[in-house]
């Protein structure tokens, strides 16, 4: 597969005014074994954010270093159809402590300090505000996604 230079990811939902803090996961598909799944950074209040191709290259080597025999493929051999979803932050939640034991990755270490810092980056999203069924697209022909969340719950009144 041959990256964009960028992904840029729209959310939008007649339902709410601020988007910010979402987190979308993009899978795809190398080799045999695993799929991969990348991270957008958290969204803005507009909903908007943008995966570079530095960090698919990053993320897709912390594949790597994380579980070495559970990956393999390599981004040239990937599949350029993937898949995006909104993230579902719940299991990372419930296994927070287990987690904190493991290390930051290579291309993590670009960003966080901590582990825990990055932990609680991840945790902290609204995603389990959101629903959103997830998309498939071909890269590099789509690089400006336009995607509609709704509600996943009702705001409360105050």
């Known amino acids: 597969m041959t990256l964009p230079p960028q992904i840029e990811l729209r959310a939008r939902c007649a339902e709410a005014d601020d988007l910010s803090d979402l987190i979308f996961r993009m899978q795809l598909t190398a080799g045999y074994k695993n799929p991969y799944s990348l991270f957008f950074p958290k969204t803005d209040t507009h909903g908007h954010t943008r995966l570079t191709a530095e960090d698919i290259h990053g993320q897709f080597r912390d594949h790597w270093e994380e579980a070495l025999m559970d990956y393999d493929g390599s981004i ?37 300090r901590t582990r825990r810092e990055y932990q609680d980056y991840m945790a902290s999203c609204h995603n389990d505000e959101f629903t959103f069924g997830g998309i498939s697209l071909r890269l590099p022909e789509t690089t400006l996604l336009y995607v509609s969340l709704r509600r996943a719950v009702a705001p409360q009144a105050v």
């Open 76 to 112: 040239e051999e990937a599949n350029d159809l993937v898949t995006i979803h909104l993230w579902d932050p719940r299991s990372f939640r419930e296994h927070y402590d287990e987690l904190l034991s493991w290390p930051l990755f290579s291309h993590q270490q670009k960003r966080w």
